[in-house]
């Protein structure tokens, strides 16, 4: 099982951090660092700046969103970066959700969410193979483009510029069932949300006929320490923003996600206290062997037998997130 740093994004700025942590965990031998965006920075920009300040870890987004730019754009992004950086770049997409695709881009959230990514992706590796241009008459993507506004004028296009490699790896980040089960058949992985190593039955359904050397790579907070409780309690705070307020009361994915793992009743109380203004009190709602199971918190040694767990099963990639080096360090020797 590989390692990776997941970096997140920014919250009020940008954290001074994180290029030490990029490059302490290229120094360690970790395969890979993951920058994300939500409605402010953006995945890309730190991903460049890192590229620009270490020269072996491979540079991934988990999650670049689809909505902030077409398809055609978000190839372009990669196969510059992939350029400058020698061949180093995995791009993870994802939909997001209708509270953001429509109160910050102000578009609309696709009513067939498996299309609009499949012909997403579709877009992305024509550019990539640029083995001619750019055709496709989808439903959410049309290249060129064909709407009752069009001039008429649009042509079929290749990239001028030649992608370093046709083959760059495409993930996504997907909640739903079906979803997944169509990660398997258009990606070359997955970026669960919530990972539960005692869990896997959850998802088994949609992991059948994986295809070869295919990527699971989830996202785990790992704090080294003393107080399991006081340990969880950023884990708990993540997912009370997620399950509270990434989404609207009639539809947030995340939480439907917490209910499938087994705790519904749990999931909705959170929902409830969060939307409510009670945020504290939403946090606290989260149960701790939820936050428990989908963590790495403790001492040295817990952590060590509990990664086992995530060793044992499908998991290829472990993304990270540490709040500093030393967390870094640890386990990367437990993992060695």
Known sequence: ????????????????????????????????????????????????WIAAHTSRIRLGTAIAQMAARSPTTTAMHALTLD???????????GLSGPQVVEGWYGRPFPRSPLT?????????????????????????????YRGEDATGLGKPLKPITHPLRAGLPILLGAEGPKNIAQTTRIADGW???????????????SLTDLPEDFVIAPMTRVTVCDDVAEGLLPVKAMLGFYIGGMGHAKRNFHADLMARMGYADEARRVQELFLAGRREEA????????????????PRGRIAERLELWRKGPVTDLLVLAPDPHTLRILAELNS
Not at 20 to 46: H, I, K, N
Not at 83 to 93: A, D, E, T, Y
């Open 1 to 48: 099982m590989r390692l990776g740093l997941a970096l997140g994004y920014w919250g009020r700025g940008p954290d001074p951090r994180h290029l030490e942590l990029a490059q302490e965990a290229e120094r360690l031998g970790y395969d890979s660092v993951w920058t994300a965006e939500s409605w402010g920075s953006d995945a890309f920009t730190p991903l460049t």
């Open 83 to 93: 350029h400058l950086s020698g061949g180093r770049v995995m791009l993870g997409l």
């Open 283 to 298: 946090v606290l709602a989260v149960p701790d062997a939820f936050a428990d199971e989908i963590s790495l918190v403790g």
């Open 191 to 205: 970026l669960p949300l919530y990972w539960s190593p005692t869990r896997t039955d959850a998802y088994e359904a």
């Open 116 to 144: 609009a990514t499949r012909e997403y992706v579709d877009v992305v590796r024509q550019v990539l193979r640029r083995e001619g241009p750019v055709e496709t008459d989808g439903r959410f993507h049309a290249h060129p």
